[in-house]
């Protein structure tokens, strides 16, 4: 099987000689949860899901980030889920960073492989299997769908990142690009779920703040970013969670590209109740 270009965690336990010092924290704008954190005793199991475990990075929490919960799923050999999606209101994105499953959408096997994308809207028939010899691993993005009358719910669709469109910000010579997996005018998406890359020594010149909750998984490299009021070191397998108006930026480290998975919610009015 060929190696991923994605980080992807494996579990497993420090030794007790290890240092307690780590890079973990918890604010009332974001948080930071380094890859080292993702060990054996925190995962958590679902209901339906065989040979399968959890690493939960978000879940909705009142008074910071609330609309969207994110999980890195791991899964044995022979393991999978009939039944994967419990709540009919629940839309999802799936992004494979390891192994091979394969995602049946209705009677329609796809077979998903590192850098597979699958957008599932609600109520959407889907089962998933790992029927290879190995562990995979995936993202698992979940959002509940802001239904707007006159605009339909979005289909289903299956991709990769190797067939979705890159644009490059403006002005940036392709040094910051955003790879995109859905029209950001379709107004029937409430989230996007891209791939951000930064070329080594590239940055976000300026403190980004919007009305966008945020999930960033480190897909590759490392970086210095700018959370709030701090500058924090990150690299390849960490998780940065933003509530809404954290002001944010960004200076790529190298020496190869610095990528992440990043979660937004887009296209719909404030909830005002």
Request: glycine share 8%; hydrophobic share 40%.
């Amino acid at each position: 099987m060929t190696k991923s270009p994605y980080y992807a965690p494996t579990g497993g336990l420090p030794p007790q000689t290890q240092l307690l010092t780590d890079r973990a924290m918890f604010t009332d704008a974001y948080a930071v949860i380094p890859k080292g954190t993702m060990t054996d005793i925190v995962t958590s199991n679902l209901p339906f899901w065989d040979k399968t475990r959890a690493w939960v990075l978000a879940r909705p929490l009142s008074g910071f980030a609330e609309t969207f919960s994110q999980y890195i799923m791991d899964v044995a050999p022979g393991g999978g889920s009939t039944r994967p999606e419990t709540d009919p209101n629940a839309q999802g994105v799936l992004f494979v960073v390891d192994g091979e499953v394969t995602l049946r959408i209705g009677e329609t096997p796809h077979a998903l492989t590192p850098g597979g994308y699958a957008y599932l809207p609600p109520g959407c028939d889907w089962s998933l299997a790992n029927g290879s010899d190995a562990s995979a691993r995936f993202h698992w993005v979940r959002k509940a769908y802001q239904a707007v009358d006159g605009i339909d719910i979005p289909d289903a669709f299956v991709t990769d990142e190797g067939a979705a469109t890159t644009v490059a910000m403006p002005e940036t010579d392709g040094q910051w690009a955003t790879t995109r997996f859905v029209d950001p005018a379709d107004m029937r998406h409430d989230m996007h779920v891209n791939i951000v890359t930064f070329q080594p020594g590239a940055v976000i010149p300026f403190a980004e703040t919007h009305v966008m909750e945020h999930g960033l998984y480190v897909l590759q490299g490392k970086a210095v970013y700018r959370l709030n009021q701090d500058w924090v070191e990150v690299e390849a397998g960490d998780f940065m969670w933003l509530r809404a108006f954290c002001p944010q930026a960004c200076y790529a480290g190298g020496p190869g590209p610095f990528r992440y998975l990043l979660y937004k919610d887009v296209n719909r009015h404030m909830t005002l109740r």
